[in-house]
C-alpha cells in the first residue's frame, strides 16, 4: 500500500491502525505534485484501550493521545499543564506499583525554579519625559525587590559585545551602566561567568536593543524564568533593554562616547516580583532481582515538557505545507522565502489538507514526537518491566526530566542532586522523539552537509560508543540478536557535527559525569517545534519496535556480569558540551 496520490486523498480512518499492517507510503524526496501524499490519517482526537504489559503500537497510541492532547497546552516547564502533565506520568508509575524515587518518599523531584516579572507600577522619567513599561523598555527581572533610580548615576559602559570598551567594575559600583548594542550582536548581554563578574557591582544594566527584538524575544524578557540551584546565590543588577528613543533623551546629544561618561539622570522605581513556578521530574524505580547487583541502576529517560502554546494561532495545515516544501527541518532548518514554483506547492498541499480535514487554527505546541514519544515509550517500557515476571538483575531507574526545553534542566538537576548515588548509575538510554524517521522526514544533516533521510527500522544513534565502546558495540548486539531489525543511522554522531544533537539533550547531563550513555532518536522532521507536531503523525508501529529495541537494550545491561567498561576520558561535569 504505498503512495498513490488516489489513496492519499482517501479518509480511510481506521479506529486502531494496526501497526504490523500500516507501512510508510514512501515520499518521493521533494515531494512536489502540489497533493499532499500522506498516509491514510490518523484521527486527530482518539481515545484508545487501557494499556497492557505488552509493548503495543495500540497502546502507545493510547498514552500519546492523552499525554499530547490539546488540553495539555504544550506542557511548558513553570505552568499548571507542566503539573498536568507530570500528573499523568505520576498516576501510571503508581499504578504500575514502581518505587518513587523522588523527594519526601514520593514521585516528583521539584526544581528551585522561579518565575521573574515586573509590576506595572515601575516607572522611569528622564527629565520630563516619561518612559513607557513594554514599548520605551523592558525589565529582565531576577529577584522580588525595588530599585529606586532618583539620584543614581547613570553612565555609559561601552559597547555590549566588545568588553575591551567597557568600563572596570570598580568604575560601575552603584552606577546605571548603559551599553550600546551593534546591530550584529545579540540584543542580549552574555550571561556567562565572566561577563556576569564584570558587571555585578552595576545596580542596573541597561541595553539599547529593544528595537531590535521579536515578539518572541519580548515575552522571554518580560516573563523570564531561572532554575536557582544554589541557595547562596547573588542577586544580579537587574538587565532593562531600552529602545534608540531612550538612548537619544539618555545621550541628550552628548557626543563623548567613550566609556565612563556621564548620561542624564533618571528619576523612578523598579518594582520586581519572583514567584515560585511549577517545575518537577517524575523519578521511580523497578528494583533489580539479584541482592549484589541492584544497587546499581540502568536509567531510562526522556522529557516531559515541551514549549508550550502562543496566542496568535496560525492555519495548521499551511504551517504544515509550508513547512514541508520549506523548512524540511523544521525549527531546525533556516527560515526562508519560498520560491515562487514553492509557493504555488504550498497552496496546492494546504488545498488538498483543507479538503481532507478543513481549516483548523492552531497555536499550541503539543509536543507529540517531541518528546511526547519518548515519554510515552518509557512508559510502556516501565510497564513491560513492571508486569514481567522476571526481573533484570540490576534496578532501572525511570526518569522524567521537565525543562529540557529550556536548557536540560531537569536532567541537569537530576544528576546533580541525584536520588540514588551518582556512581550507582553504570549507563542511561535516553529518549528524544522516537515516532517518526520515515522516509519522507528530513532527519537531518550528515556533518558533510547533505540531508538524511529515514526509512524502515530508522534509529539515530549518538553518544553510543563515546564513553564506553562496550555499551556501543552492546546495541548493535543487541539489535542483530533480538531481530530488531532497526537500521542506526550514526551520522549525526560525528565530532564536530554543526547540528550538535549529542549536547542536545538530556543524556548528556549524565555523560558529563562520566556515565556511559546512548541517545536513541528517530530524527527531525518539517513538524519539529512547529504547533503540527501532533499525535495524528506519529508511525506508531515503527516507535513501538524502537521501544522494545530500548527494553531489550536495557535488560541486556541490567543484567551484565559486570559494569559496562567506561574506556574513554570522562568531561568535565562543569564545562561545556563539546562534539
Ligand atoms: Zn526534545
Redesign the pocket.
Given at each position: 500500500m504505498r503512495s498513490s496520490l488516489a489513496v492519499a486523498l482517501v479518509i480511510a480512518i481506521a479506529p486502531i491502525v494496526s501497526a504490523q499492517n500500516r507501512r510508510e507510503p514512501t515520499v518521493p524526496r521533494g515531494a512536489t505534485t502540489g497533493v499532499v501524499a500522506t498516509r491514510a490519517e490518523l484521527p486527530r482526537t482518539y481515545t484508545g484501550k487501557p494499556t497492557t504489559e505488552a509493548i503495543t503500537a495500540a497502546d502507545l497510541m493510547t498514552r500519546l493521545y492523552i499525554f499530547a492532547d490539546d488540553s495539555m497546552m504544550g506542557r511548558e516547564v513553570g505552568t499548571k499543564y507542566h503539573l498536568m502533565a507530570t500528573s499523568y506520568i505520576e498516576r501510571e508509575v503508581r499504578r504500575l506499583g514502581l518505587v518513587p524515587a523522588g523527594d519526601n518518599g514520593g514521585y516528583f523531584q521539584d526544581l528551585p525554579l522561579f518565575d521573574y516579572s515586573t509590576d506595572s507600577a515601575s516607572s522611569i522619567a528622564i527629565g520630563a519625559q516619561h518612559l513607557s513599561l513594554g514599548s520605551d523598555y523592558l525589565v529582565m527581572a531576577n529577584a522580588e525587590r525595588r530599585i529606586t533610580l532618583d539620584g543614581v548615576p547613570v553612565v555609559f559602559g561601552g559597547t555590549s559585545n566588545d568588553t575591551t570598551t567597557w568600563m572596570s567594575p570598580e568604575q560601575m559600583a552603584g552606577k546605571i551602566v548603559v551599553f550600546a548594542t551593534p546591530s550584529t550582536s545579540s540584543p542580549m548581554l552574555s550571561n556567562n561567568s565572566a561577563i556576569r563578574a564584570r558587571v555585578a557591582r552595576a545596580s542596573v544594566v541597561m541595553l539599547v536593543s529593544l528595537d531590535r527584538m521579536n515578539a518572541g524575544f519580548r515575552g522571554f524578557v518580560a516573563r523570564s524564568q531561572q532554575l536557582l540551584s544554589d541557595t547562596t546565590r547573588t542577586i544580579a543588577p537587574p538587565r532593562v533593554f531600552v529602545n534608540e528613543r531612550v538612548a537619544a533623551l539618555l545621550f541628550g546629544g552628548a557626543t563623548d562616547k567613550r566609556a565612563g561618561a556621564v548620561l542624564s539622570g533618571m528619576s523612578g522605581s523598579l518594582l520586581m516580583h519572583e514567584r515560585r513556578a511549577p517545575a518537577r521530574n517524575v523519578v521511580a524505580i523497578l528494583p533489580g532481582s539479584d541482592p549484589a547487583l541492584k544497587g546499581q541502576y540502568v536509567a531510562i529517560g526522556?522529557?516531559n515538557d515541551?514549549v508550550g502554546f502562543n496566542t496568535t494561532p496560525v492555519d495548521h495545515d499551511s504551517i504544515r505545507a509550508f513547512n514541508m516544501v520549506a523548512r524540511p527541518q523544521g525549527a531546525d532548518s533556516p527560515p526562508t522565502a519560498p520560491t515562487a514554483a514553492q509557493v504555488a506547492r504550498i497552496r496546492a498541499m494546504t488545498d488538498s489538507l483543507h479538503k481532507l480535514h478543513g481549516a483548523r487554527p492552531d497555536s499550541i505546541f503539543n509536543?507529540a514526537?517531541?518528546?511526547g514519544t519518548?515519554t510515552v515509550s518509557v512508559l510502556e517500557i516501565a510497564e513491560s518491566f513492571a508486569k514481567a515476571a522476571v526481573r533484570p538483575k540490576r534496578s532501572l531507574l525511570f526518569v522524567w526530566h521537565a525543562g529540557?526545553?529550556k536548557g536540560l534542566w531537569g536532567s541537569a538537576f537530576y544528576t546533580d542532586h541525584p536520588t540514588v548515588s551518582r556512581d550507582s548509575i553504570v549507563a542511561q538510554l535516553n529518549m528524544?522523539?522516537v515516532g517518526r524517521g520515515g522516509a519522507g522526514d528530513a532527519t537531518g544533516e550528515s556533518k558533510a552537509g547533505e540531508r538524511l533521510h529515514g526509512g524502515p527500522g530508522y534509529l539515530q544513534l549518538v553518544g553510543s560508543r563515546r564513553l564506553s565502546t562496550e555499551l556501543g558495540d552492546l546495541m548493535e548486539a543487541v539489535n542483530t540478536r533480538g531481530k530488531h531489525g532497526l537500521n542506526f543511522d550514526y551520522g549525526m554522531d560525528a565530532n564536530g557535527h554543526p547540528q550538535v544533537i549529542y549536547c542536545?539533550?538530556d543524556h548528556y547531563e549524565y555523560a558529563r559525569y562520566g556515565i556511559p550513555i546512548v541517545f536513541m532518536t528517530t530524527g527531525g522532521h518539517s513538524d519539529y517545534h512547529q504547533v503540527t507536531d501532533e499525535p495524528q503523525y506519529i508511525d506508531y508501529g515503527h516507535m513501538a519496535g524502537v521501544a522494545r529495541f530500548v527494553r531489550d537494550a536495557a535488560l541486556t545491561v541490567a543484567n551484565l556480569d559486570h559494569r559496562v567498561v567506561v574506556d574513554h576520558a570522562k568531561p568535565d561535569p562543569k564545562g561545556a558540551c563539546v562534539q
Open positions: 526522556a522529557h515541551h509536543g514526537d517531541d518528546d519518548g529540557e526545553e528524544d522523539m542536545r539533550s
